[in-house]
């Protein structure tokens, strides 16, 4: 299983960008979809989640700002991020809980990340 992620790149302040993980390989199914953050030097810090269902939560920082979403059919977690700022700079992380057959346990899974720069 692979998680592969893209979208990032060089932003101004104000403006937006979409970012997508795809959830590739041998796949029975997905609970949670999450993306994190680490920006230079500062821990890495949960971004957003989506549950199977749908249910999302959001880091405090991107309430408003941001939104999570995902298409099931295509294995895939999006990342919409609106109004950003120069302390969004970050790499992006996705994560996701993956479970390959019926008979076996969820594990958890990250993509390489993709680096978000915000600015003028």
């Known amino acids: 299983v692979q998680l592969q992620a893209c979208g990032g790149g060089l932003v101004q302040p104000g403006g937006s960008l979409r970012l997508s993980c795809a959830a590739s390989?041998?796949?029975?199914?997905?609970?949670?979809m999450n993306w994190y953050r680490q920006a230079p030097g500062k821990q890495r810090e949960l971004v957003a989640v989506i549950s199977s269902g749908g249910r999302t939560n959001y880091g405090d920082s991107v309430k408003g700002r941001f939104t999570i979403s995902r298409d099931n059919a295509k294995n895939t977690v999006y990342l919409q991020m609106n109004s950003l700022k120069p302390e969004d700079t970050a790499v992006y992380y996705c994560n996701a809980d993956i479970r390959s057959h019926w008979y076996s346990d969820y594990y958890n899974y990250w993509g390489q990340g993709t680096l978000v720069t915000v600015s003028s």
């Open positions: 390989g041998t796949i029975f199914s997905i609970n949670a």
